[in-house]
């Protein structure tokens, strides 16, 4: 650090304000160095922003019309809702028939044949139970699964045991304090063929200890259990049996509620509007990332207005910072190869039919067009009732449109074409401008901004040697001057007598 320094007593110069003034004009290739290393952070900024833009499309074309659900999207009207519920699964096809409900699903369950006077919050080696136990109950597939408990007989009481049960096996566990008495129900509705849909086992001292049958068919038999049953129902005339209430058939999830007198009627339709929802969504994300990029393309350079200095902003009020560093931060893309390549390859991916689909292949045939204003630079435009029509007609034919799978561009559905092209402009960009959790030396503009670094230091250490020859200069010129002044009061001195 240097030292206070104290000039012009003898000339009475204003020795610092002349070295401060000096050491501007020698600090002007920093502050064009500090400008540029700002104008780079700037472009850095914008270039990630674009990616940020591109990544915010990519994600919207996989999760809406790169999805076949989106597009097999449909309304199911029911005659009786509170007896059967109809819901489309993946379905691209509309559908129709009749269910009739002849009896509900249901659970096996049993409970203990005695009360018991076992503590629950005791020990279970105190009561001689030393684990492990198992449970064979019935599973979602209508066949039993096994499932075995670990006990920690120093550790664990009945009522820890329960939570164990609950939580790893196929069964509801509780015991009645009051009554003494300990229930099992299965989670799964449904009969097991020629079988129980419980089956207990492991440490008998266990179900011993709590009166339990060891089957749920020994409980049905000793009045103390309820056996599984499975569904039954008539769909389009056929009879059907199925262990739970919930099941699908031909892409479509059906659910009973109610057992029914007679046929319930259901019919779908094609829910036009929310498949049209989905690709409104995506030709309005892709407007916004066409507008983005050409509007950075077009951007005005105002090379006059360079980033401001320190000093510079000292010197200003925040309204004329905030005008001044608008016009010095725009056209830091303008003309970009990379965006600009990226523009006209993303209109082709859209423009070209795509191969290998019988019928309407391209976005004109669907209703999607390009703007015939060219000063939007290919945005599109829908013609909803076009659109909807085609929809209607052939939803899953406008899917192919968006993603049919192919080896080549061609074959390729405009989405997945869209993604290969937003993945390779994403990937050149972060070449150029890395990414936030990119180091410098990892991207282009990164080393470019560390070169500048680099100079800068270099420059300040050789600007703090500049103002010390400057001291020492006019440090020799003030000692110049008193000894002037001195040798001339002497002789002023002598000549006075």
Known sequence: MAGIRVGGLASGMDIDQIITDLMKAERMPLDKLAQKKQYLEWQRDDYRSINKSLLELDQLIFDGVLRQSSFSKKTVSVSNPGAVSIKNINSTADFSGSIQVKRLASAASMYSKASSTIDSTAKLSDL????????????????????????????????????????????????????????????????????????????????????????????????????????????????????????????????????????????????????????????DQYNSLIEKIKGELEEKRYRDFQPLTSEQKDSMNEKDIERWEEKARSGTLRGDSILSGALNKMRMDLYTAVSGIAGKNQLAEIGIKTSSNYMDGGKLVIDTDKLRAALTENPNGVYEIFAKNGGTSAEQGLGRRLRDTIKSTMLNIEKRAGKASSTNNAFTLGRNLLNIDSQINRFEDRLIKVEDRYWRQFTAMEKAIQKANSQSAYLMQQFSY
């Open 128 to 283: 001689g139970i030393t684990g492990p136990i198992t449970i064979e109950a019935i599973g979602k597939d209508g066949s039993l699964n096994t499932k075995q408990v670990t006990i920690d007989p120093e550790k664990d009481t009945l009522d820890t045991l329960i939570v164990k049960i609950n939580s790893q096996t196929d069964v509801s566990a509780y015991f009645d304090k009051a009554s003494g008495k300990f229930s099992i129900s299965a989670k799964n509705t449904g009969d097991v063929a020629g079988g129980p849909e419980i089956v207990l086992g492991g440490d008998l001292n266990f179900w011993s200890a709590l009166n339990m049958d060891l089957t749920s068919d020994d409980a049905v038999a000793n009045n103390v259990g309820t056996a599984g049953v499975n569904a039954e129902i008539v769909y389009n005339g056929m009879p059907i049996v199925r262990s739970s209430n919930t099941f699908a058939i031909n892409g479509v999830e059906i659910s009973l509620k109610a057992v029914t007198d007679g046929p319930v009627t259901f019919s779908s339709a094609t829910d036009t509007d929310a498949i049209l929802d989905t690709i409104v969504k995506f030709v």
